[in-house]
């Protein structure tokens, strides 16, 4: 009966709310049923539209409620626990091991398909197994030679081409043209040979520091580098003539019967990409010529390639402008790549390019064209190079439009923005910036843009400047929640939490500092033991946190004392020595202190006042006056001259027995020997 009173209820309420979004919503068609009330009234009950969820709705809300775990490394070590990264170098050999081993069992899936012939995956699911790589026409024709045009073989395609031309067989400028595609963009190379490499800005950083006089001239333009189209860019000496002049992808359109733009933008983008840049600018007169028009995509090539065309910076802009008329003209909508591509080149153009970059973008403006990251990357490249520029505020206005938006990949270059933003803040000192960025690149999907090796860079130098800026509180609480789940530590990062430390006066927290270092495999790092050694061994502490340092000073003499075949001993310094020595002595330690001390006598190293005294007032502590009779002993025997210093403290605060008095004597007597021998030698 409860249960049925509940029920009654809870329709009434229905039933009640039902009416008020009848009334609410008049003008909606009914999707229910009509249901007559106790008084007698019909009323419409309308019911909410059907919402159709999204295939991964489930899945992203699954996900929104589990959180980061900051202990924990990235996900993609999960797998295997012998592949669980210790510092950066290790992440970085793992990550790559793993796409190394994905790729060779790609080579294996394709070099042997025979041996992958039976499917076995219940469900079948067609996008996870391995792709058809074998040609199923068999046979001279035309479609053999689309079907390995579309299996991207490079050598089988244009073999099958020329034996169609020797049998006189037509070939259709469209397959012709997918031919032209595949070979610009492979080169004369296999696919599966063909190794992307990330452009090097060593030259770009190179130019536009240096003045426009002083721009060394190139070589003329037949001794530049020459397109080979084998997938490499090499010099006109290194390469035959036959490979330069004659590769497949130009003797095939030297015999084309018919020609179309599409063939022309084929073969400059092609030779753009594989470094022929004055044999592309060639190839887009001969287009001209031919009363052809060159696509968005050509154009953006051949801006790209202007930096390689002409040498003085207002030389460049010129022809940069010559590119954006010609487009004009020939009615071509220019796109986000285009822009990026004219900022891209501005970058290597000194002033000119920082007096001409705010236009630019402004004409995206203009045209309603949303910037991507990496506009803003080359923003900030232009602008902020030099250090006398630091006090540009474009960065600034970068992040208010950053900070609106989540980006979509639509350049290579937009997974160099956020690192290139961080380092500008570094060089800025501001880390209020530093806060925004950060939490531009947390906002949507921004953070897919750092990869593996982009995100330590990321965060290390994020962390880098917490250090330096913020209260150590702050950096604590960063630290424990970035290493290692966001980043590995760098050696600059340790040191840089050092420092932190220090100047916070929170030294008691580098025993845990050590450990972090032993476990990011910097044990070894002498610059970082230095510091470390020099820090716990500057001032005195409470008894508590001087075991604590003697400790880390045990293990760092058991480094030095590491011997074995796959292990590089470190060798002991005497600031190192005197550092372990003292911190030996201030936790109670004197016969670990004195056998430090015996071996600045090995290694021909004098230890300083600071450490002898540290180790007699060890000495004091302990009631031990042997060992600071072995300490006047060791002073006297390397001709200190505060071995009577010494002497006269032992005399004053030890009770020695006759014995131990006669062997303090005993040392007197030796130097007053050699004192009236040298007395003697002058007379």
């Known amino acids: 009966m409860a249960a049925r009173r509940v029920g009654v209820s809870s329709w009434h309420r229905v039933l009640s709310l039902s009416r008020r979004c009848g009334r609410c919503s008049s003008t909606n068609t009914a999707l229910g049923k009509t249901v007559e009330n106790s008084e007698g009234d019909q009323e419409e009950i309308v019911l909410p539209r059907r919402k159709t969820w999204d295939k991964l709705a489930v899945l992203q809300t699954l996900a929104s409620t589990v959180k980061r775990d900051p202990t924990a490394a990235h996900y993609m070590f999960h797998d295997d626990p012998y592949l669980m990264p210790k510092n950066s170098a290790t992440a970085r050999l793992f990550s790559l091991s793993k796409e190394s081993g994905r790729n060779a069992a790609k080579y294996i899936i394709k070099e042997f398909p025979h041996f992958f012939d039976k499917i076995l995956a219940e469900p079948n699911i067609p996008s996870l197994m391995p792709e058809i790589c074998t040609p199923q026409i068999e046979g001279v024709s035309e479609e053999a030679l689309r079907e390995r045009i579309n299996l991207r073989m ?315 800026m913020e209260q150590i509180d702050v950096v604590l609480k960063w630290y424990k929640e970035m290493s290692p789940s966001l980043f590995y530590p760098s050696p600059k990062n340790i040191l840089d939490f050092l420092q932190a430390l220090d100047a916070a006066n929170h030294l008691e927290m580098i025993p845990s500092v050590w450990e972090d270092m032993k476990q990011l495999g910097f044990s070894k790092r002498r610059d970082l033991l230095e510091e470390v050694l020099s820090l716990m061994s500057r001032d005195q502490h409470p008894e508590e946190i001087q075991l604590a340092f003697a400790k880390c000073a045990e293990d760092i003499k058991t480094v030095h004392e590491q011997s074995g075949r796959d292990q590089a001993s470190v060798e002991w310094t005497g600031s190192a020595l005197g550092s372990v020595t003292v911190l030996f002595s201030r936790a109670g330690r004197t016969q670990d202190a004195w056998s430090m001390m015996e071996r600045f006598q090995q290694i021909n190293r004098i230890p300083t006042d600071l450490v002898m005294d540290e180790f007699l007032n060890c000495a004091k502590q302990t009631n031990s006056p042997d060992e600071a009779i072995k300490l006047v002993k060791l002073a006297a025997s390397l001709g200190l001259p505060s071995s009577q210093k010494l002497k006269s403290r032992v005399e004053k605060e030890f009770k020695l027995s006759e014995n131990q008095k006669k062997a303090l004597k005993s040392i007197q007597s030796d130097s007053d020997s050699s004192d009236s021998d040298s007395d003697s030698d002058r007379d």
């Not at 990409?273 to 953006?300: C, I, Q």
């Not at 954006?324 to 290597?348: C, G, S, W, Y």
């Not at 937009?414 to 906002?443: G, H, P, T």
Request: negative net charge; proline residues 4%.
């Open 154 to 468: 490079v050598k089988a395609s244009v073999d099958l081409f020329d034996q169609l031309l020797q049998a006189g067989t037509s070939i259709s400028l469209e397959t012709t043209n997918s031919l032209l595609d595949l070979l610009c963009f492979y080169g004369d190379g296999e696919s599966t040979q063909e190794k992307e490499s990330e452009e090097k800005e060593d030259l770009e950083e190179s130019e536009v520091n240096a003045s426009e006089q002083e721009t060394p001239k190139r070589p003329p333009r037949e001794d530049r580098t020459h397109l080979p189209l084998d997938g490499g860019t090499e010099s006109v000496a290194s390469i035959p003539l036959s490979s330069r002049e004659n590769n497949n992808a130009e003797r095939i359109f030297k015999i084309m019967p018919e020609r179309n733009a599409h063939s022309y933008c084929t073969m400059i983008r092609g030779m753009v990409k594989h470094g022929a840049s004055a044999k592309a600018y060639d190839m887009y007169t001969e287009l001209l010529n031919d009363r052809h028009k060159a696509d968005v995509h050509t154009f953006n090539a051949l801006i790209t390639a202007v930096p390689f065309l002409k040498d003085r910076f207002l030389e460049r802009w010129e022809l940069i402008k010559m590119f954006l008329n010609h487009m004009a003209q020939q009615e071509v909508q220019p796109n986000v790549q285009t822009f990026n591509a004219v900022l891209k080149t501005l970058r290597r153009c000194g002033g000119v390019g920082r007096s001409m970059a705010v236009p630019v973008i402004k004409e995206m403006e203009a045209l309603e064209i949303e910037p991507s990251l990496a506009t803003y990357d080359h923003l900030l490249s232009i602008f902020y190079r030099s250090a006398d520029l630091a006090s540009s505020g474009i960065i600034s206005e970068v992040l208010d439009d950053v900070e609106k938006r989540s980006f979509t990949p639509q350049d290579p270059d937009d997974a160099k923005f956020f690192i290139s933003a961080m380092q500008v803040c570094c060089d800025l000192k501001d880390i209020k910036l530093a806060y925004r960025l950060n939490k531009a690149m947390e906002k949507g999907d921004n953070w897919k843009f750092l990869d593996m090796d982009r995100l330590n860079s990321y965060w290390s130098r994020f962390f880098s400047l917490l250090c330096m």
